[in-house]
């Protein structure tokens, strides 16, 4: 069997014993105690470590500045796209979507796949382009979230000074940002992960090996999706696939990108699953929120563990699939009509649930209706 295939087994696996050890996490503060642990331990040091591994090459700077564009344009066409899934506008599922969606995490989904399809050149091109997701999910979206907080929670108008200084108070006081902060300054200085002391890199480093495993047993432990909320989910999934794959045609057309592997690598990186520090961002707000017993809440925790359930799986198989793919997606045309297909695909659901909804209130008779349907039977 295919190495990255089994490597999609072990992660899928993990979320199954997280589904198993349901029975054996009966109130929601244990749950809670692994996230806290994932928050303030594993994430800050797996972060650190990651920022200390960049090698900037100078030939490769063009790289994150087009994965952050992926990124934006998919943040600013959540709007668009979210209410046609069913998800209203100004609830904690449309900001938790709208976070999370347009995110991509290539460490777990699409880095082991573009290694032993493409090889270590093509790896080291994705954890390139990889700096300008890091920059739009470890900042833009932590500003975003909590700048959505704070103008939920303010029962009066602030301006922008008021509005300002609790955020940069949030910011000083997450581990992850204090732990960003320090790798940014060690960077400066040209330092790297063995620059430091032997007992503080391997305390990191040990505690960077529990993200992933915590990670996928909480999203096993934590996911409750309903039939409906699988649906729209797996809609809104299928959609964003469809975007990406018409933003990377447009992306090959335009600079003439002829090169098999190029196409695949823009393709896979793209097609990557919603990454969990978004996710972070949400579980740090909703502490917030639960410590000061607030009745509003900015985001959905519950929604927000289902987006990541089914990314994972679903967009494994996309990136696995277009891996195998040959040379058809050379000619763009192909990754269009497949774009096409998503998209067909992901408004299909939303549509079809419409219809049905309307088919059925047609269908239900008022009590008048129903005595004179019965007056009219009796005559």
């Not at 806290?36 to 490769?60: M, Q, R």
């Not at 500003?143 to 300002?164: I, P, R």
């Amino acid at each position: 069997m295919d190495v990255g295939i089994q490597k999609t087994i072990v992660f899928l696996f993990f979320i199954f014993i997280g589904i198993l050890l349901k029975v054996k996490f009966k109130s929601k503060e244990e749950i809670t105690g692994i996230k806290k642990v994932i928050l303030n331990l594993a994430l800050p040091a797996t972060i650190f470590i990651a920022l200390l591994g960049i090698k900037v090459e100078l030939h490769l700077l063009i790289l994150p500045f087009l994965a952050l564009g992926l990124n934006l344009l998919l943040f600013f066409a959540m709007p668009f796209i979210l209410p046609l899934m069913g998800v209203g506008k100004g609830t904690s599922e449309y900001r938790t979507a709208k976070l999370l969606v347009p995110s991509l995490a290539p460490g777990l989904s699409s880095f082991p796949f573009i290694l032993e399809f493409l090889g270590e050149d093509f790896l080291a091109k994705a954890a390139m382009s990889d700096l300008g997701n890091k920059v739009f999910v470890l900042f833009f979206l932590y500003l975003v979230a909590m700048n959505w907080h704070y103008s939920l929670q303010s029962s009066e108008k602030k301006n922008g000074g008021t509005k300002l200084k609790p955020l940069i108070k949030a910011m000083i006081s997450e581990p992850v940002n204090v732990f960003i902060g320090a790798a940014l300054v060690l960077l400066a200085f040209g330092l790297s992960m063995d620059s430091l002391p032997f007992f503080m890199s391997e305390t990191l480093e040990k505690l960077s090996l529990i993200m992933t495993p915590l990670v996928l047993l909480f999203i096993g432990l934590a996911v409750k999706i309903k039939r409906k909320q699988f649906f729209q989910i797996f809609s809104l999934l299928c959609t964003r696939a469809a975007l990406v794959l018409l933003i990377s045609g447009i992306f090959v057309t335009v600079a003439g990108v002829e090169a098999r592997n190029e196409i695949l690598l823009t393709m896979a990186f793209g097609l990557s699953a919603c990454s969990f520090w978004p996710y972070a961002h949400i579980a740090a707000v909703d502490s917030m929120e639960m410590d000061k017993k607030s009745k509003k809440r900015t985001f959905s925790s519950d929604f927000g563990v289902a987006i990541l359930a089914l990314s994972f799986p679903l967009s494994t198989m996309l990136i696995l699939a277009t891996l195998n793919s040959g040379s058809f997606f050379v000619n763009p045309l192909h990754i269009f009509l497949v774009a096409i297909v998503l998209l067909a695909v992901g408004f299909a659901i939303p549509l079809i649930s419409g219809v049905s909804k309307k088919k059925w209130s047609e269908q239900k008779l008022t009590p008048h209706e129903i005595n004179s349907a019965a007056a009219e039977k009796a005559a």
